[in-house]
């Protein structure tokens, strides 16, 4: 168990990537950091800082005491989470539409159907890049079906996040004492198992720099457990949207790229580097395709 240092952070748009007509009606353009940082000191001014300071930033915060005030009282009665999971839902479905950010989902689309249905789901870890505070929103509002995500224990002392996270069944490692965590992984992989998707941020938490982060050592411990496939996520424009040591929510249209399944039936915990390798890859590839712009 010393190996686990798993870490992570939360109308659909299911348009699936299509060649042709979807292609031609659309112009691709590269994403490079200098041409976005002077688009953004370009188009971001204090017009765009008031507007978050002053109503986008205290309407999230308004959002985050009143439905995680709603969350912990439901707790008390629901104590299988999906009365908070709907709460995070509504929560996050809020937040999107305050900041203005539309989000295109495309990709393996067919991947999220699979869980979205009537029938039991197989188990999938769904591996995201984490850049942005409004990481978390974003999935919950366009993953169209119950999940749990895996958290770094230092979010517990958030107000209001940090009670729901905890009393809403969500996965919590902590990384200082891995042996205190022993007991949440056990119940993790009994419901991945059971078909209870799970979410987890590979990298250990938001980047800095725009660049995905080296994957923990630990991060598919739980996939390879339960034999689960693992569906690379990639969020594009989230990091140019909320980035790290700031609240200055700057609004722009945002992409979800869901990628192939990567299969861990048969692996062992001897395979996790390769496994964290195939994943990263597939991540990053997603994150550097070329942008959609209608």
Avoid at 15 to 22: C, K, T
Avoid at 156 to 170: E, N
Avoid at 183 to 195: D, F, P, V
Avoid at 228 to 257: S, W
Wanted: charged share 20%; aromatic share 10%; net charge positive.
């Amino acid at each position: 168990m010393n190996k686990i240092e798993t870490t992570v952070q939360p109308e659909k748009e299911g348009p699936e990537l299509r060649s042709g007509e979807r292609r031609k009606a659309c112009v691709f353009t590269s994403f490079s950091e200098g041409a976005t940082d002077s688009a953004s000191a370009r188009t971001y001014g204090w017009a765009s800082r008031l507007r978050s300071y002053f109503i986008l930033d205290p309407l999230i915060w308004a959002y985050t005491v009143v439905l995680g005030s709603t969350s912990v009282l439901c707790s008390l009665f629901d104590r299988s989470g999906r009365i908070q999971h709907r709460l995070a839902q509504a929560w996050s479905w809020l937040i999107v539409k305050t900041i203005f950010s539309p989000v295109t989902v495309t990709g393996n689309l067919a991947e999220l159907a699979n869980h979205s249905g009537d029938t039991e789901p197989k188990p999938t870890v769904f591996a995201v890049n984490h850049a942005s505070a409004l990481d978390i929103p974003v999935l919950y509002v366009y993953l169209p079906f119950q999940f749990r995500i895996v958290f770094k224990s230092e979010l517990l002392s958030y107000p209001f996040i940090g009670w729901h996270l905890q009393r809403s069944g969500q996965v919590c490692i902590n990384q200082q004492n891995p042996a205190a965590s022993i007991g949440a992984i056990k119940s993790a992989l009994k419901s991945l198992r059971r078909g209870m998707p799970l979410v987890i941020f590979p990298e250990g938490g938001r980047t800095r720099d725009r660049q995905i982060q080296p994957f923990l050592p630990g991060a598919f411990f739980l996939a390879i457990k339960a034999q689960a496939d693992i569906v690379p996520v990639a969020l594009v424009g989230t990091f140019e949207l909320l980035p790290m040591n700031t609240y200055h929510i700057k609004c722009q249209p945002l992409e979800m790229r869901v990628g192939q399944p990567i299969p861990t039936a048969g692996l062992t915990l001897a395979d996790m580097d390769e496994v964290s390798a195939k994943v990263k890859s597939a991540i990053e590839a997603l994150h550097a395709a070329p942008r959609i712009v209608s």
